[in-house]
T-cell receptor, first 111, second 113 residues
């Protein structure tokens, strides 16, 4: 069974304090890994898709990286508006194409 | 704005009742996915439709059913509601069947009293 574990569950940062969120996964052949941002009471917003180990993608203050067992979402010099829950999901190359979501990391950035 | 719309935004009802949630996918997307999100369960996949046909089922209760219509909008029907059904219900759409990112709607918050 595919599994996705995100850590930490919650993270508090000061504005400008860079950090990383972790997504560890167990899947029988990775087809792709997705990162989403979710604001309270709203639907997840797609951020990135990563396909293979070594791949990196960037968007503003966010950079996502992928290894064979985990992905990191690096947040550089965060601002209060980066506060949200960040969800990771994996899709296996064989069997079900339905993505498995992690429980998310709740990020709060204080001004 | 993802381009996915969901109605209603909020729904308050009583135990034992039946409700219908509606979703319109992004223009051109053929796939619609339904998810349930509660505080203790995270985002749980319920069911997937592609171009009008059911293609995958997840942890969907027998009291729940869904369909996708010829115009590609989808409805999720929840019956014999219980207190534990209170949650956020999201639909998501994607262009094709299978592997690709999903675009989520704003959700329907269901409260069962």
């Amino acid at each position: 069974e595919d599994q996705v574990t995100q850590s930490p569950e919650a993270l508090r940062l000061q504005e400008g304090e860079s950090s990383s969120l972790n997504c560890s996964y167990t899947v029988s052949g990775l087809r792709g890994l997705f990162w989403y941002r979710q604001d309270p009471g709203k639907g997840p917003e797609f951020l990135f898709t990563l396909y293979s180990a070594g791949e990196e993608k960037e968007k503003e203050r966010l950079k996502a990286t992928l290894t064979k067992k985990e992905s990191f979402l690096h947040i550089t010099a965060p601002k209060p508006e980066d506060s949200a829950t960040y969800l990771c999901a994996v899709q296996a190359s064989g069997g079900s194409y339905i993505p498995t979501f992690g429980r998310g990391t709740s990020l709060i950035v204080h001004p | 704005d993802s381009g996915v719309t969901q109605t209603p935004k909020h729904l308050i009802t009583a135990t034992g009742q039946r409700v219908t949630l509606r979703c319109s996918p992004r223009s051109g997307d053929l796939s619609v996915y339904w998810y349930q999100q509660s505080l203790d369960q995270g985002l749980q996949f319920l069911i997937h439709y592609y171009n009008g046909e059911e293609r995958a089922k997840g942890n969907i209760l027998e009291r729940f059913s869904a369909q996708q219509f010829p115009d590609l909008h989808s409805e999720l029907n929840l019956s014999s509601l219980e207190l534990g059904d209170s949650a956020l219900y999201f639909c998501a759409s994607s262009p094709q069947l299978g592997f690709n990112e999903q675009f989520f709607g704003p959700g329907t918050r269901l409260t069962v009293l």
